[in-house]
């Protein structure tokens, strides 16, 4: 059911994808009879960034048996695709557009549960202003479509958006983003393509491309060169002490790290296992680093890290590296310091370090440096309302928005909005780790829990 007309609810999710799907249904399932929520959202349900391509090749990055929104049904994906397909195995890497469907037909069952009223507003919010009325309504929401609603509570989930292109291009139509699927279609065969980034976008660009039967050049430039590294054959349990490793500044934190890591290596186990220790640890783990840490983590670490946590299925690892060893595929490390559109070509010019400039030719740019992390740059246009209206301020070293503990926003004041709270991508400057399922389905179940205990 969708509207345009103006209208009170109890509960506004900002953002559809799998934060605020995941919200809603925790909401849809405890809420009192008459309670009304609003997700606002242009698009599909619970497809967002993360799981908005149709594309077979592009796969979750974590096991089907990882991958349940409810922490307490923890096989629930599993039964989804075994109820969808006849059977299953925990161990695969499924198409995304699979959790996407996922995500839907579980709100369409908590929807028709619950004893609350749901209505999908299709648009996008533009503003959020406190109100003070004597009738208990709290915020404002202007959505493009020009209608104005109120609610008692809102949380912004509004998922992830590209990186700006890093570099001089003039509007070229030929530089594209890496969620640009419909774009990515127009690639012939035989194009030569650089992309810039080497994470996790990247490696759907290349998939993709792959899966249409590209035979031309591929080149990434990275400013390291890093891939992602692949999951472990089989799973091994390591120990950490988690409180004395906590207790390490950084430096120390990474020669703990290389030491564990070595000796695995002599006893013949996979160092992932070492970061699957840390897996749920990280939040605990980032805010125990003091501000300059933190800081020289961002400067120096962050992209080791990257490639060490945010692991690829091994096939796909294999493939990459298959297409490296046959001159498909070129890494450089190095910045893209512009693309200089020609008649029929582009011309990429690269900086790398200690050799200097060299000029690349493509038909094509993708940029694939990943999502925008830093508020004052976020592409949205209510999050830099909140941002110049002082009701929001910037997170951590300007990442997201600042939060406190339980995910509820600070302003400019440093005063807190029991009314306005965040899940996701929002609170990485506060969290670190906030955009995996698990910590989705944590942050969505208290928030719901408590919302509703306060109603």
Do not use: C
Request: aromatic letters at 6%; glycine letters at 8%.
């Amino acid at each position: 059911m969708t509207s345009t007309q103006d209208q009170d609810f109890d509960y506004a999710i900002v953002g559809g994808g799998a934060a605020g799907t995941i919200l809603a249904i925790r909401l849809l399932q405890d809420a009192p009879k008459d309670a009304r929520i609003a997700l606002i959202e242009a698009g599909e349900l619970g497809r967002g960034v993360a799981y908005g391509s149709d594309n077979p090749a592009h796969v979750l990055n974590v096991p089907a048996g990882g991958m349940s929104m409810f922490a307490e049904r923890p096989n629930d994906f599993v039964d989804f695709l075994i109820n969808r397909d006849g059977g299953a195995d925990p161990a695969a890497f499924m198409p995304r557009r699979d959790y996407a469907a996922y995500l839907a037909q579980r709100l369409s069952e908590a929807r028709t549960a619950s004893q609350a009223q749901f209505l999908q507003l299709r648009s996008h919010v533009l503003r959020v202003m406190p109100q003070g009325d004597d009738d208990g309504v709290a915020l404002t929401l202007t959505l493009a479509d020009g209608s104005q609603h109120r609610a008692k509570r809102v949380a912004l989930t509004p998922g992830n958006r590209p990186r700006k292109t890093p570099f001089d291009n003039d509007g070229d139509p030929r530089v594209l983003s890496a969620w640009d699927h419909a774009g990515l279609e127009q690639l012939r065969r035989d194009d030569q393509v650089v992309v810039v980034g080497s994470g996790l976008s990247m490696v759907d660009v290349v998939l993709g491309l792959q899966a249409r039967g590209h035979q031309g050049g591929i080149t990434v430039v990275s400013r390291h060169g890093l891939l992602p590294l692949p999951h472990a054959a089989k799973k091994q349990a390591v120990d950490v002490d988690i409180a004395s490793f906590a207790a390490q500044g950084l430096r120390q934190r990474v020669r703990t790290l290389r030491t564990i890591a070595r000796r695995l290596d002599a006893q013949d186990q996979p160092w992932q296992s070492l970061m699957d220790a840390l897996r749920h640890h990280v939040r605990e783990l980032w805010q125990s680093l003091s501000d300059v840490d933190q800081r020289r983590f961002l400067r120096h670490v962050v992209r080791y890290w990257d490639v060490h946590r945010h692991r690829i299925p091994r096939e796909v690892s294999t493939r990459l590296r298959s297409l490296q060893e046959s001159g498909a595929l070129q890494v450089i490390p190095g910045r893209v310091k512009a693309a200089m559109g020609r008649q029929d070509h582009l011309s990429i010019e690269v900086a790398q370090r200690l050799i200097g400039s060299e000029i690349l030719q493509a038909d094509w740019v993708v940029n694939a440096t990943g999502i925008e992390t830093r508020a004052l740059h976020f592409p949205n246009p209510m999050l830099q309302q909140l941002l110049e209206d002082g009701h929001a301020r910037p997170g951590p070293h300007g990442l997201g928005i600042d939060t406190n503990e339980a995910g509820d926003v600070i302003d400019a004041s440093g005063a807190t909005s029991a009314r306005l709270a965040a899940i996701g991508s929002l609170r990485l400057g506060n969290l670190w780790e906030t955009t995996a399922v698990p910590d989705l389905r944590e942050d969505a179940a208290r928030l719901a829990k408590r919302w509703l205990f306060q109603a």
